[in-house]
């Protein structure tokens, strides 16, 4: 078990550029989890997988965003035409199941810089 | 949509003093999780609560779950410094989502 890795860990880009992130659950969990976390907030929900199915999408989600996991295992979100505004922590998460009361096992996240 | 909310947003102690952080929701929740963000860190889980008026102890902390089920608390007896960093309380209902709450930041001063 080497926990959920998220790739890269760091990102700067320039306002406009189109700009994908990596992220690789703990192996077997079928749930996985995007959230973003901005200085002095807690994670706030994306989106989420149940294997390869996009389960939900936050109303607050843009639609340069776009997120896939194509074979239920990796998952990768893409975010187009950068803005400053989604300068912030992107944290993805994982879980067994799915189950109601599950805890989320939590990557380090990619910190994001748009300039 | 479902809202919580966590007072105080942050907390300063000397080490030894006991430290409280209060968690509400807008709604009746399933279940109530707490984590904790060191500096630089990523969130960790440390417990979850279902039932109501659930209490629960890990050595110095004790953590509620109101009887309404839509608040929950987490204190910490005789802080340490290894105590420091964001404590984040989130609740579903149902399977939706977790939702978290803006954290409360302790620094404990030695």
């Known amino acids: 078990d080497t926990g959920v890795s998220q790739n890269p860990r760091h990102k700067i880009t320039k306002r406009g550029q189109n700009v994908t992130f990596r992220c690789d659950p703990i192996?077997?969990?079928?749930?996985l989890y995007w959230y973003r976390q901005t200085l002095g907030q807690g994670p706030e929900f994306l989106t989420y997988f149940q294997n390869e199915a996009q389960l939900e999408k936050s109303r607050l989600l843009s639609d340069r965003f776009s997120a896939e996991r194509p074979k239920g295992s990796f998952s990768t979100l893409e975010i187009q035409r950068t803005e400053q505004g989604d300068s912030a922590m992107y944290l993805c998460?994982?879980?067994?199941?799915?189950?109601?009361?599950?805890?989320?096992?939590f990557g380090s996240g990619t910190q994001l810089s748009v300039l | 949509g479902q809202q919580v909310m966590q007072i105080p947003q942050y907390q300063h102690v000397q080490e030894g003093e006991d430290f409280t952080t209060y968690c509400n929701s807008s709604?009746?929740?399933?279940?109530i999780q707490w984590y904790k963000q060191r500096p630089g860190g990523h969130p960790v889980f440390l417990i979850q609560?279902?039932?109501?008026?659930e209490v629960k102890k890990q050595k110095r902390l004790t953590f509620q779950f109101g009887e309404a089920k839509k608040n929950s608390s987490l204190h910490i007896t005789a802080t340490q410094t290894t105590d420091v960093g964001t404590y984040f309380c989130?609740?579903?209902?149902?399977?939706?989502?977790?939702?978290f709450g803006k954290g409360t930041r302790l620094s404990v001063i030695a």
């Open positions: 709604t009746t929740l399933s279940n």
């Open positions: 989130a609740g579903n209902s149902g399977n939706t989502p977790l939702v």
């Open positions: 609560l279902v039932k109501s008026g």
């Open positions: 192996s077997e969990h079928n749930r």
């Open positions: 998460a994982s879980s067994p199941t799915g189950g109601a009361g599950e805890k989320l096992f």
